[in-house]
């Protein structure tokens, strides 16, 4: 457990496999829609004034920054039953926010790829993560994640490559999507249409057109009511046309009934090195 030679990223990946192909799937009926889900969270070391890539890190709860790291995780869930699948502990992705420089490592050894990981941006590693559980067995129909990894780039690389639809939480940003002819962002496409009236469990669905460097896909916005302001709106986006709205919302809903479940042993399992190693 104390040798930092061992691919612990490559372990729990294989282990999760063996969990969900040999025990959770067979338990599982077709119908039941399999999500990745993916999120991240704050690794605090606050206390800390030399650890090797030490980081300012943004935190979206207190809205400071905070010196620590990322906890990238990547997980499946059932709508049932969650399984962590793999993890990547992320420093700066620019010079300017790191605290503390790393070692000089060969980059094709183990430790200098996990450092060299470690700098690249969130979404990119997210996409090798899912790759890498995809390469390994582990199959979902969606990918669910929120607003912070939502970029037409992130969902198009999901499409095009790894062939998942996904499921997520639009920012209120200005990137526009070609809605009717026009290139419009969230908020333009929102004003110039009419809404549901009464307790439907949305306001607004449209058809869009995600696209970036030439490629597009089609797409589904789905606006729904912010429960917290009552006068406010969110937008989930799903690169599955075919389904309903209702399904849509009722999908990404599993992604805050796990995060909001109770710890468990298997919650632990991304974590495990870190603890043997003194790190956490």
């Not at 399904?247 to 399992?269: H, M, Q, V």
Request: contains cysteine; hydrophobic residues 35%.
């Amino acid at each position: 457990m104390n040798d930092a030679r061992v691919n612990w990223q490559r372990f729990t990946v294989l282990l999760s496999s063996e969990i969900i192909c040999r025990f959770m799937k067979p338990l599982t009926n077709e119908k039941r829609q399999d999500v990745f889900i993916v999120d991240d969270s704050l690794f605090d070391r606050s206390r800390s004034k030399k650890v090797e890539m030490l980081a300012r890190v943004f935190d979206h709860c207190s809205m400071k920054y905070r010196s620590g790291f990322r906890m990238l995780t990547l997980g499946w869930s059932d709508g049932n039953s969650f399984i962590p699948i793999s993890y990547s502990l992320l420093s700066a992705a620019e010079d300017k926010n790191l605290l503390c420089a790393g070692k000089q490592y060969d980059g094709r050894s183990l430790a200098g790829r996990r450092r060299l990981q470690s700098r690249r941006k969130a979404t990119d590693v997210m996409v090798e993560l899912i790759h890498s559980a995809q390469c390994a067995g582990i199959t979902a129909k969606y990918v669910l994640f929120d607003s912070w990894f939502s970029s037409p780039k992130t969902i198009l690389e999901l499409k095009k490559q790894e062939h998942l639809d996904t499921i997520a939480m639009m920012k209120k940003s200005k990137t526009k999507y070609r809605y009717q002819g026009e290139r419009l962002n969230v908020k333009e496409i929102y004003s110039r249409n009419k809404k549901r009236r009464g307790r439907s469990r949305y306001l607004l669905s449209v058809l869009v057109e995600i696209e970036k460097d030439g490629e597009s896909i089609p797409a589904k916005l789905v606006f729904v009511r912010n429960k917290s302001k009552r006068k406010d709106w969110l937008v989930l986006v799903s690169t599955d046309t075919a389904i309903s709205e209702e399904e849509i919302i009722r999908i990404y809903g599993k992604r805050w009934d796990i995060l909001y479940e109770p710890c468990s042993y298997t919650n632990l399992i991304p974590l495990a090195p870190y603890f043997y190693r003194g790190i956490a």
